[in-house]
DNA sequence: GTCTATAAGTAGATAGAC
DNA sequence: GTCTATCTACTTATAGAC
């Protein structure tokens, strides 16, 4: 299994760029410039290497093989931080009110983390239709069933209002993704209502009493 | 003031191609594709242009015009059709209830009304500042304000719950834009929810009782 | 692993004939 | 109003020297 020669334990980089980062550059550029807005030329510039001199192809056989590495990589590691995140709040307070507001704050914080990869996809609309796959898996899937077996049993000890739990919480998720898209592509908060203000009142509109 | 010459009352287009033919064929295009993946060839085929030839140009002095142009046409359209549809609806039954369902049911097929636009300026993200702030004043400020000062009176008679009307707005606004994107952008109906479910959830939400 | 050089293609835009 | 022809610039990607 490990017949590999000895070279360097892991990013074996000598001294020149990373594939690191030119994944980390691509995200960026891709995200802000759209995929057909950003060169090799561009990548080449950014990670250090002489651009126009296709040194890139050493590392990608590809543009396209570059964007798929990027997503892929990033879908990963915000599911890996989201987990994580749920694990560590998850019931430990009696305090329903305080743990929706704990929640939806980490929603909107994750949504933020994932902006850039957000954006990129956002702009390739309909084009890479496998990648946008992998981001509603993460985003809507997943994230919603989770959060319906919550509201379902609230619902039965009358914490929270309302009868449609699987509903309730698609309404609470397009809010939260509402609000985010808003202020990010708008650079402006919806009516000018900050995040806290914006919670307070999902959480008071859902919560019984 | 009517000083023009009598060449023809209103779209002069002889025997060829008419401007509008050319802006209905680029909102679409560059809606699936983005205005990177739409060369002027590809426009000039769409109407009927012997592809490659630059006859475009006798119409539009550049791509970039082409977009503009097509954007503020979209934006007067749908503002039209709002204020129009607004007048129809205001205060029409005494039932508040149905008034709400009513009124979330235009904002739904109003956003799909604008589904082409939306797409082309969610592309070209930062890269047309001018023509994204038509649309945030189309979409957010107008819209908010306006349901803002219809629910703080609704609050007064203590129709609807919660205190503060303008996050109210903004949370009711979030979710429907949410919901909307969701199902534009991953083709599904988030959780599975239909929109007369959605919006009757959303309405027992805030409703008092 | 990076460089030089270059192939082959496509883009936006213009001038002028019809 | 459309077509022919063309200029210039830029793109992805490859082959081979160092």
Redesign the interface.
């Known amino acids: 299994m490990a017949a590999k020669p000895v070279k360097s334990t892991k990013t074996n980089k000598k001294h020149g760029v990373t594939r690191d980062s030119i994944l980390d550059a691509g995200l960026h550029l891709f995200s ?3 995929f ?2 950003v060169s090799v030329k561009d990548v080449e510039a950014a990670v250090g290497l002489t651009p126009g001199r296709g040194s890139f192809y050493r590392h990608f056989k590809s543009r396209e093989e570059l964007l798929e590495t990027i997503v892929h990589r990033e879908v990963e590691r915000v599911r890996n931080m989201r987990d994580m995140q749920q694990r560590a709040v998850g019931g430990s307070l009696g305090d329903r009110r305080a743990e929706l507001i704990m929640q939806f704050r980490l929603s909107l914080t994750g949504l933020n983390e994932i902006k850039a990869l957000i ?1 990129l996809l ?6 890479f239709p496998e990648l ?1 796959k992998q981001l ?1 898996e993460l985003l ?1 899937d997943e994230s ?2 989770l959060a ?1 077996d919550d509201y379902a049993e609230d619902i039965r000890k009358k914490i929270i ?2 009868t ?1 739990s ?6 609470v ?7 985010h ?2 202020n990010s ?2 650079k ?6 900050d995040s806290e ?2 919670i ?3 959480v ?3 919560l019984e009493k």
Chains 1, 2 share one sequence.
Do not use: C, H, K, W
């Open positions: 802000e410039r759209g057909d807005g954006n956002a702009r390739e609309y309909g084009r946008m509603r809507v919603q069933e319906a209002r309302g449609d699987a509903a309730l919480s698609a309404v998720q397009s809010a939260l993704v509402g609000y898209l808003a592509y708008f402006t908060a919806p009516g000018g209502i203000r914006f307070n009142t999902l008071d509109l859902i």
